[in-house]
């Protein structure tokens, strides 16, 4: 995999997989897994098999649920959807996020401004 | 909220691990065939697909990881592996296996023994509800025996009557003799003992019956019908545990007694207030019967009101005390027990005196679990020398040290329970076998039993020793190094020397912790050899007692008196006949048994000291008894001549002759032939100075003695005490038979030893002794183990050595003195640290012994060559084994 790739940081994972069902509806793993991929225009290093472990956390949190159904080229697969919980997760999650990055992009830019002095 | 469904969820996932597993291999599976139908549909070929999605995906064996650790227990499932791989190791050692286990079960099963009498003697509250707020009221001790601990049937009223912080107060007859119950179930009457209580006994102390009910003040009143609660045992035992006993009515003492009630098998009189005794039944206490003009006979046992703190009731008692009288008739007893009541927790009456033992006792066993975590430590890091190669392969495929010694704490784990459970086993055979030590002067030993607390206390030293044993091999193993460990290093590298230092330690420790067990021992055996050399004031072997059954009512004193003089001469003259007897006689009470004191009497015309000592206890006797005894006596016995209208006579015994000799300034020698104040009359004659005899205890002279003739004075009760040539047990049956033809009536008692009475006094502490005696031997065995282990090890590592020594001339003795003295010096150094420990420890049980100091130098000399000797011996069979090594084969092996 070449290096340029993002390593994840903890945690993140799980928050992209509850955005992910929030926009997409149900979904089943690899179908996330792609949609991740694509969304960051495969800027992300990320290895499919660990979105499971991310999938079981929050399904045992009960932010999501799961139920077997049929893929659309008619593999059996696994449903994952968001619950309410998730959602106001995500919700709690995505401000949280919004702070930590605007706090980061505020400490970056302060850095390059003083570098003259 | 949404960490606790997710521990929830993860004890379910780990319940259906298997089916999670199967689950997340089709997810697996589902995933990557998606992921090639797309990569197909994109062009690319079939295997160049699969091999970009099996890219894309990671390793399974990742994900599977990820997903089972996100998803349930990884350490739950790495315990699993690690129980898995010690289970199937250990069975490959067996020997090392069933060692380990048994040091470990015999040290775990002592200290799971002790703890359970600790916990029933000293750390359980008593076995009755809210048993904290009871209380034994007496007063300090003194020394005229039970009378001067003992309080009047007036008094208790009066106690009652002004005290407030008590809810009730009740008490018992402190009088009652054993056998004292006669039983007729139409053949010969049957002995028992019973023990006449207040009508609120039960109510006070909580205990409920099992069957029926307890007494209530009517069953206490004058001319009540006799009603009677028997103990849970004599029920069994007697009754066959007849379920409809109640309203049942018997002959006892020649009445007809209904059964009223069945006491539960939990509460035991015995067990609580009389240790070492059998109390079958109890009896309500007529307060306002004659027992009123008894004097002192019964003890107190209050309850206190909720809240209400020891120092409360010790001042209200204190208030209390100047309005008691010892009889209402007579306004001049009033306030005589000021300062004499004294209430304490009736928890610290009970076993408070045998607190210091027991943490000694407790202490022992830990030692003992010190030294079998050594001996463990030392298996296991002989065992971890010669398995480092193992762990060295696993660190270098990746075990982390962690890892290393999760599994090494793992296997210490699984010997410890192991050891835990044999120890169980043998706690269970030992604290059964305590417990039907009936005989034992110990209270509440009947209700020893291994209970919840003491399984908690086997899980917590078992999880404890294991760490502690586990613990050095473990870190030993998992600093190795590993290249040096996987290079196939000989003996004498560097890890090799180190583990010997440690070993080394670990010896000394060991012997040190067994050389301090022994001299606490040795003291205690000392001391108790000490106690038996005491001289008594009689002759206990070759003696033997037994209670005669006989009637002397009479309406008149004198006729009683007469009535009561032909039956003892015709039993003492028949009993004197029987081939073997050497002497028969007739006392009331026994030495080391009850007693009694009836007050102080003083030499006639002598001016009564400012602060009068205990009056002496009284013993009520027939001519002859003095010599069954086998006491001394100076000055002449009772004669069947002194009678009710002669001279009243007494003996006494020499301390109490050497103190009258004192305060009226008489000769020493002088003593027999005076006159003593007794009241109105013509005052008591000394017909002569027996012996001190011990009285209350075995340890100590106690109170003085009196003798009145059973002519002259009445007694309470009549012990034949015989003594023999034979064997007295040999005479049992041809006394009892003489007994039966003088009297059909007479119970079919015991014939008891005068030595057992002696034995009774010294049982608990030939009980200490025997167990802290028992621990030692087994400290010094677990030692000896030790050494013989480290020592065996160390020459089969040095065999080369050895061989390279021998081929270069050293002979056999040579080899074998090395060895040995080698041994030796570890023990050496060992003994000293112990005797040193020692020198401090003994202080501590300074207290328990007898006539022994705690620095005795002729125990620490013995205890201290006996471990050398033991250590030498221990050393001498891989010494042995050493002069034997062949050079040729020590050289070429390897």
Redesign the interface.
Known sequence: MSPEKLDLLQGTLDLMVLQTLAVMGSM????I??RIEQVSADEVLL????I???L??L?????ISSSWGV?G?N????FYAITK?GRR?LAADARHWERLTGVMDRVLSMDTDEEPA | M??L??AF??IV?FVFRNRQEA??E???A??L???I??NIERGMSVVEARRQAML?????D??RY??R???SFMRVDLLMQDLKYTVRTLRRDPGFTIVAVLILGLAIGANIAVFSVVNTLMLRPLPFPSAQQLVWIAPPPAKCGLSCATYSTDAYDEFRMYTRSYQDVTGYFAFSSPGNLSLKLGGAPIPATSIDVIANFFNVLGVTPAMGRTFTPDDARNGAAPVIVLSNAWWRRQFNADPSIIGKAFDMNGQQTTVIGVLPADFDFGAVFSPGAKVDAITPLNLYGPPRNWGNIITLIGRLKPGVSMGQAVSDAEAAAPHMCWNNNNPNTCGTYTGAVVPVALKDYVSGKLRRALVVLWSAVAMILLIACVNLSNLLLARAASRSKEFAMRGALGAGRGRIIRQLLTESLVLSSGGALVGLLLADLLVSWLAHQGSVALPLLGLLQIDRTALAWTVLIAVSSAVVFGFVPGLRMAAGNLYEALKDSGPGAGLGRKHERTRSILVISEVALACMLLVGAGLLLRSFLHVLDVDLGFQPDRAAAIKVDYNDNAPTNDASVEKRTAIFQQVISRVSAIPGVEAAGISDYLPLDRNRSWGLPLPKGVKPPEKQPDGPLVYVVTPGYIRALGARLKGRDFTWNDGPHSQPVVLIDSGYAHYLAQLANWHDDNVVGQLLDNGPGPGLRIAGVVDTVREESTEAPTGWQIYYPMTQATPSAAELVVRTQLPPAALAGSVLRTLRDINPNQTAAEFRPLQLLVDHANSPRRFFMLLVAAFATLGLLLAALGIYGVISYTVTRQTQEIGIRMALGATAAIVQRKVLVGTVRLALIGVIVGAVASLFAAKLIATLLFATSPWDLPTYLGMGALLIAVAAISGFLPARRASRVDPMVALRSN
């Open positions: 089943h793993g690899y179908g897994a792609r290895n499919q098999g660990t499971y472990a991310s079981v956390r399904e045992q949190r009960g932010w893929s080229n593999r059996k697969a696994r919980g997760q | 949404s960490r469904r997710r969820a993860r996932s689950n997340f089709d997810e697996m589902a995933h065939e998606m992921a139908d797309e894309r995906f990671g390793t399974l990742q994900a990820h997903h650790e996100a998803r």
